[in-house]
């Protein structure tokens, strides 16, 4: 683990702790299952109908995984290399009695089996953490069955851009769109270093990795909205979060 990853790992045990304080609200949020956006329910739910098998990188606290039980899914496996956050999503699971399982691994490199997965989702924060998406992508491939969905719902790579001015958005004189990276400075990872794609990289590393593009979407909505903060940037003329769906043809 590199000095970088390790500071990022640390960070997001620190702010990981919030799932164990909280531990009893997140507890009812999970009990709801109503994590999973409309556009997710949407575009997952042909997935969703055949009971598939997913693998969740980057499961955090673990809410979307007891969403997507409740949407269909058979069971979920969720991979992140904090072990806080799995700790608290694997005792709220058992709590509820959800077919979910949680396992510390840093990725790139799940540590799963090839082929153990229907539908590979992942996103809400994720991507930014990761440094090489081209490594990533294959390790998705790889985990994927032949005809298994990738799924993303992700911010936008353009957002490290945008001000949170309320009055008109702006663009931030430090940020760049074609920058490889920039310090976090809000909760929850403050500190941590957030990598950089553009969404022409992540298009192309998903498709690098043999698996054939099936939707791709830009919205103007952040997937998360920090409470006392109501951005200019979010209110419709800027993109503020994409998703993507790919497959991992079936006869390979
Ligand atoms: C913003 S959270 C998003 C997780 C999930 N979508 C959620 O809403 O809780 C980012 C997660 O990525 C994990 N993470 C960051 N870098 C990682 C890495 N290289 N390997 C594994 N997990 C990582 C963090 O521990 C954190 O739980």
Redesign the pocket.
């Known amino acids: 683990m590199s000095d970088v990853?390790r500071a990022?790992r640390d960070a997001?045990d620190d702010a990981?702790l919030k799932h164990v304080h909280e531990y009893d609200e997140l507890l009812a949020e999970a009990r709801a299952g109503t994590a999973l956006l409309p556009a997710e329910r949407q575009l997952l739910g042909p997935v969703l109908a055949t009971a598939p098998e997913i693998v969740h990188l980057?499961?955090?606290?673990g809410l979307?995984d007891a969403a997507l039980v409740r949407a269909g899914a058979r069971s979920v496996v969720g991979?992140?290399?904090?072990a806080v956050?799995v700790a608290a999503a694997q005792r709220r699971a058992n709590e509820l009695g959800l077919p979910c399982r949680y396992v510390v691994?840093?990725?790139p490199g799940a540590p799963l089996r090839d082929g153990c997965a229907d539908l590979v989702y992942t996103?809400?924060?994720?991507l930014i953490?990761?440094p090489d998406l081209r490594v990533w992508a294959r390790d998705v491939a790889r985990m994927l069955r032949p005809g298994g969905t990738l799924f993303v719902y992700e911010a936008h790579p353009a957002v490290p851009l945008w001000t949170w001015d309320a009055d008109e958005p702006r663009i931030r004189a430090d940020r760049g769109y074609f920058e490889r990276s920039h310090v976090n400075d809000t909760f929850p990872a403050r500190g941590a270093v957030e990598r950089q794609a553009t969404l022409g990289e992540i298009v192309t590393a998903v498709l690098e990795a043999g698996l054939e593009l099936r939707h791709l979407a830009e919205y103007p909505d952040p997937f998360w909205r920090p409470g006392d903060v109501d951005a200019a940037a979010w209110r419709g003329r800027l993109p503020n979060a994409f998703s993507l769906l790919a497959v991992r043809h079936r006869y390979c």
């Open positions: 990853v990022n997001w990981s980057q499961s955090g606290h979307d991979v992140d290399f904090g956050a691994g840093q990725l996103g809400k924060g994720a953490w990761l």
